[in-house]
Structures are given as C-alpha cells and as structure tokens.
C-alpha cells in the first residue's frame, strides 16, 4: 500500500522521558511534516524537511528535534516530556508544496 | 497573526440534505484552500483542493472559493450518516508558497441524522 505511515500509534510515557516518533512515506514526495493537534482538535505545523533541508520551524520548544535521513523518512525526537507535550501528532507528505496527506498519527500521552 | 476561522458546530443536518460548512481567512494573498474531512480518532484525510475564484465539482462535493470576500466553503449534497465528521479547512498564504504552510481552521463538527 501506498501511504504515509508512523510508529508508533500510541505512546504512553512519564515526564522526563525522552521518546522518538517515526514517520515513513512510500509516496514519491519530496516534503515532510510534523503536525500536532491537541485536546481542543487544533492541527498546528510543527516542522517540514524538503529533500533533507528543514524549511519550516515553527515556534516550538528547542525540546522536539526533527532528522530526516533522506526523503522518505522523518522522525522527531522530543526531549524531557511535559505534560503539556500530550497530544496527537501526525506526519504528512506532499510532492512539493502541493496537497499534503497525512499519516495515521501518533498519540502521546505524558503521565 | 494570519488565521483561518470555522464554526465549530456542531452542525447538524437530516440525511439527504445539503451540509453548508463556511470558512474564511485574513490573508488577502492567500493562494491554496483545501478541505479535510477528519473522522473521530482518525487522521485528515484531504477532500478537495481549489485554487481559483468560483465552484469546483467532485462527486457530492463542492468547494466554492471567493477570495474578494476571503471565503471557502464546502457543500455537501445528499449528505449521508458516513459524512459525519470533523470538516477542516485549510489555507496556504501568499508568504508559504514556497514551504508548503497550511494554516487550518478550528473545524467543524458536521452530524447527519437519519
């Protein structure tokens, strides 16, 4: 199947953990993205790699860290979670700056 | 701050009724507006896209764009239980041409009953 797809689908962890999140699209697209959509269902960019290269960073806490090995994969990486980290994130893709599909999306959840 | 703005709803409609969900934005120079229908626990997942002023047509969906008054809106036709969903609307601005930037609306909630 062709899709963008991440793991895990749900992530429950304490505060002060550090925990990843793996993004994979098979698609051909040149773009990635993080997302995060809280309680209140807001979606919010987070991130976006083109070809390698972040080109979008968002005002987010210096605690989440993208990497893009190459243009299939984006993972992010968040630092000693908060409470308020808890949320759903979702990775989406696009050839260029063009419709973005997104991925199944991840839920944290910071006890 | 540039913003997208949608009832949140919800908006209830009785089954083959035409759903009207509205949206509109403040950046006058924005070029891209696209519709995601996003189910309970699940991810958005893109309905329509359009990019010019006027009507565009897929199946049961229209999405209708009018960037004078900096307005989207999607019509739903015969709409049907499975429609019922959160509808998102999102916009990419004149300054994220080149970086993709959606900005999304808070959503609206749409509830068909039979």
């Known amino acids: 199947d062709t899709a963008v797809s991440q793991t895990p689908k749900y992530l429950v962890t304490q505060m002060g953990n550090d925990k990843s999140i793996k993004c994979e699209q098979n698609?051909?697209?040149?773009?990635m993205y993080w997302y995060k959509q809280d309680s209140k269902k807001f979606l919010k960019i987070m991130f976006s790699?083109?070809?390698?290269?972040?080109?979008i960073n968002e005002t987010v806490p210096n605690r989440f860290s993208p990497k893009s090995p190459d243009k299939a994969h984006l993972n992010l990486h968040i630092n000693s979670l908060e409470l308020g980290d808890s949320a759903v994130y979702f990775c989406?893709?696009?050839?260029?700056?063009?419709?973005?599909?997104f991925g199944p999306g991840t839920r944290l959840t910071v006890l | 701050q540039k913003e997208v703005e949608q009832n949140s709803g919800p908006l209830s409609v009785p089954e083959g009724a035409i759903a009207s969900l509205n949206c509109t934005y403040s950046d006058r120079g924005s070029q891209s507006f696209f519709w995601y229908r996003q189910y309970s626990g699940k991810s958005p997942e893109l309905i329509m896209s359009?990019?010019?002023?006027g009507d565009k047509e897929d199946g049961r969906f229209t999405a209708q764009l009018n960037k004078a008054s900096q307005y989207v809106s999607l019509l739903i036709r015969d709409s049907q239980p499975s429609d019922s969903a959160t509808y998102l609307c999102a916009v990419k601005d004149r300054g994220s041409s080149n970086t993709g930037k959606l900005i999304f609306g808070q959503g609206t909630t749409l509830q068909v009953k039979p």
């Open positions: 698609l051909g697209h040149d773009t």
């Open positions: 989406a893709s696009s050839q260029q700056n063009n419709e973005q599909f």
């Open positions: 790699y083109n070809n390698k290269e972040l080109i």
């Open positions: 359009i990019y010019s002023n």
